[in-house]
């Protein structure tokens, strides 16, 4: 299996089955054997049943399910799906498609051409709906930036990262994070580890359906004592000396 695709689930009913068909149209016209590994978070509407489905809407689709009995994050139901997976490359993409599933092939052929970590860096499409969104995750990679040590990573928060399997296990197992944080201390630990990561550009475009979940206050002090505590740990641990970033690919 060249390819594991993690779709990690909380309340995706409107949109999941729409999205895999069209991650699996976009994957059957690539030269990837692969699995999708769907992950069920404990989604409080029919996401379950939609998933449930799914390997009857596609046969010819090799399609495992792990579902939680209760809430762990999205964090977690990453690292549960990747954990499940037996594919040479791992990855993930947020089930909204806000980056299309045209850019995983692109993202695979990085990891084969030397990469062990590529990560979709977003391109935000210029929206007035989208505008917040990009001018908070504009901040939120300053902070990084300054804060933690995240040279050559263009964008850790970006909901499309793939991972040469054999590499990211050892760094899987040191995330403490299983919310949304997990992003942002994966990124750091695995160029903490020395891995070698290339920055795919990505198209982001806000999915029109989709609530915002944005909270401009909470989540602003939040991310600032996430970012905070994260570097406390890694200078008690004495990860903060003497590191320099490797050349992006």
Not at 95 to 123: N, Y
Not at 194 to 200: H, K, P, Q, S, Y
Request: with cysteine; hydrophobic share 45%.
């Amino acid at each position: 299996m060249d390819l594991s695709l993690v779709l990690a689930c909380y309340n995706e009913e409107p949109w999941l089955a729409d999205s895999v068909r069209e991650i699996v149209r976009v994957l059957d016209f690539s030269p990837l054997t692969y699995e999708l590994i769907l992950v069920d978070d404990a989604s409080r509407d029919r996401t379950r049943d939609v998933i449930g489905g799914l390997a009857a809407a596609h046969p010819h689709t090799a399609i495992r399910t792990v579902f939680h009995e209760h809430n762990s994050g999205r964090g977690g139901a990453v690292a549960d799906g990747m954990r499940a997976a037996t594919g040479g490359i791992v990855g993930f993409l947020d089930v909204d498609l806000e980056v299309h599933p045209r850019h995983i092939p692109a993202c695979c052929l990085a990891i084969r051409q030397g990469a062990q970590v590529a990560v979709g860096a977003r391109v935000f499409a210029l929206v007035p709906r989208g505008l917040l969104r990009q001018f908070l995750s504009w901040g939120y990679a300053g902070l990084v930036h300054a804060l933690l040590p995240a040279g050559g990573i263009r964008d850790t928060e970006a909901g499309c990262k793939f991972f040469r399997r054999d590499a990211i296990l050892p760094v899987l197992d040191l995330v403490r994070d299983r919310g949304w944080f997990w992003d942002t201390e994966i990124m750091i630990r695995c160029r903490l580890a020395g891995l070698v990561i290339a920055n795919v550009p990505c198209i982001y475009v806000r999915n029109p359906v989709k609530p915002s979940s944005v909270s401009l206050g909470r989540d602003i002090v939040e991310s600032l004592w996430k970012l905070l505590a994260f570097r406390r740990e890694l200078r008690r641990s004495g990860l903060l000396r003497g590191r320099r970033a490797p050349s992006p690919v």
